[in-house]
């Protein structure tokens, strides 16, 4: 899926903290797109699906149900990362 250009104000935002972004943790950079992630939940649903995803969804919930308990729990993948 391409993406659209950054809005000027979005480009000169990202010029002037692109720096104080890099200077992060690997945590705290995962920390921030989560909470940046966060503020588009309410609008996800607004979000295009190709069909090809769909299908991916499709497979990917179809194995979880056949063998849910080969899924790994969120905090043991955030122990492994490193996650608070």
Do not use: C, F, Y
Request: hydrophobic content about 35%.
């Amino acid at each position: 899926m391409a993406s659209e250009p950054a809005s000027p104000q979005i480009q000169s935002m990202v010029k002037l903290d692109i720096e104080t972004i890099r200077r992060l943790s690997v945590s705290e950079r995962v920390r921030l797109v989560q909470d940046i992630w966060d503020t588009l939940q309410p609008t996800a649903s607004e979000l295009p699906i190709t069909n090809e995803q769909r299908q991916l969804v499709s497979e990917r919930l179809a194995r979880h149900r056949r063998d849910p308990d080969a899924a790994i729990p969120w905090p043991e993948v955030r122990d492994e990362l490193g996650l608070e």
